[in-house]
Every structure is written in structure tokens, then in C-alpha cells.
């Protein structure tokens, strides 16, 4: 079956730390993976996304990822913090176009950062 | 202004009532999706539309229904509200595949609803 796992459900990481936040996928075929980040109050916002190429890669705000695919992960980190990244975030991982799947994207749980000054 | 919009931000029901949440986007997209948040369960697909004729079922589509009335607008309706539809709903809308850039979806701001 299809399915996200983001292990974490709450980090609390200091201003000015580093940050990894977890997420490991069970998928079928090749995955699409995105990370997403939900403010307090707020809609989701595209954080960065993979779909082939360079394994590491990089999105707004500071945020990059890497895809394991040994490790069926996908690992959002950013080297130092800051007091608005505290928010909620989202692992997904959707279908190539063209798949029976395609248009559907799975999340994960989430993984609700707050950040200590 | 905002591309994807949905109204109203927050409602308030009883159970039993017939709601109406709507959503209107100005991206141009074909696909839109309907989403419910839970806390700890992350977001669920209800419903997808890759076209005004084309409306597919998500994984919890009982006890919802929608409409395409338009490629801009897609509206989600409960028909009986009853208590555990308490959520936040989010649209959210996307390019097809032969635009070259995969699913990304973006989605709106979402509408919180309690259903009492």
C-alpha cells in the first residue's frame, strides 16, 4: 500500500539550529515527492519538490531535501532556523503523469515544528 | 490577490444541515481536489476533478458530494452534516501532466467547519 510517514509529530529545535525533519514513503513506482508548509491559520505552501535528476534539492526559504531511494526517504533540512519556519509541515508523494494514480497525492501526518528563542 | 479562493473561511452547522463549501481559482488549472485536515491524520483526498466532465471519488468521499460547475469553480456539499465532518477543508488545484512539471499542487486557504 501506499503510504508517507513522517515519525515525528512535534520538534522543538532552538533559533539558530539546525533542523531535519523525517519522511519515509511506501510507493509502487517512481515517486513525485513534495514538501509542503501549513502556517498557523494559513493554506499550504510548496516548499520544494522532486521529481528526477539531482537527488538533492532546494526550495524557498533556506529548505532543501534529499531523496534516498535505498532508504525510501526524503528528508527536509534546513542549517539554521528561524523563529517563523515555526509551522507545520507536510511530506507527500504523488504519481508520474501518466500513472493510474496520477493527480493523487498522499501526505504524511505532519510534523509541527516549534522553535525555542 | 489570491489564486485559489474558498468560501466561506468558517462555518458553523448543525447537524443534519445540507452545506455548501466552494472554491474558485484563477490559475487556469483543469485539476482540482477537495482535502479534509484532521489533527494527526494529515490531509485526505475527498474528491478530484481533472476536468469539468470528469469527477473521480478520493479515499473518503462518503457522505460528501461536489459539483464542477465551471473549469474555475469546484464545489464540495455534505448533504446531512453530522459531527465527525468537523475539519478544515482545503482546494487545492494543479496543471495537467503535459504541462512537463508532474502533480504540484497549490491549494487555498482553507475552510474551517464544526458541525454540532
Known amino acids: 500500500a501506499q503510504s508517507v510517514t513522517q515519525p515525528d ?86 504519481a508520474k503523469p501518466g500513472s493510474s494514480n496520477t493527480g493523487k497525492l498522499i501526505f504524511g501526518q505532519g510534523t509541527t515544528l516549534q522553535v525555542k528563542p | 490577490d489570491a489564486d485559489v479562493t474558498q468560501t466561506p473561511r468558517n462555518r458553523i452547522t448543525k447537524t443534519g444541515k445540507r452545506i455548501m463549501l466552494e472554491c474558485s481559482q484563477t490559475k487556469g488549472h483543469d485539476r482540482m481536489y477537495w482535502y479534509r485536515q484532521d489533527p494527526g491524520l494529515g490531509l485526505r483526498l475527498i474528491y478530484y476533478s481533472f476536468d469539468v466532465k470528469d469527477i473521480n471519488k478520493g479515499e473518503i468521499s462518503d457522505g460528501y458530494s461536489v459539483s464542477r460547475q465551471a473549469q474555475a469553480k469546484f464545489s464540495l456539499s455534505l448533504e446531512s452534516a453530522i459531527p465527525n465532518q468537523t475539519a478544515l477543508y482545503f482546494c487545492a488545484t494543479s496543471d495537467s501532466p503535459s504541462q512537463g512539471w508532474g502533480e504540484t499542487q497549490y491549494f487555498g486557504p482553507g475552510t474551517r467547519l464544526l458541525v454540532l
Open chain 1, 9 to 94: 509529530i512535534h520538534i522543538t529545535v532552538s533559533e539558530g539550529a539546525s533542523l531535519e525533519l523525517r519522511c519515509n514513503y511506501s510507493y509502487g513506482a517512481t515517486p513525485y515527492l513534495f514538501w509542503y508548509v501549513q502556517s498557523p491559520g494559513q493554506g499550504l505552501q510548496l516548499l520544494l519538490k522532486y521529481f528526477s535528476g539531482d537527488t538533492l534539492v532546494q526550495g524557498i526559504k533556506g529548505f532543501e531535501a534529499e531523496f534516498k531511494r535505498s532508504q525510501s526517504s526524503f528528508n527536509l533540512r534546513k542549517p539554521s532556523v528561524h523563529w517563523s519556519d515555526a509551522a507545520e509541515y507536510f511530506c507527500a508523494v504523488g
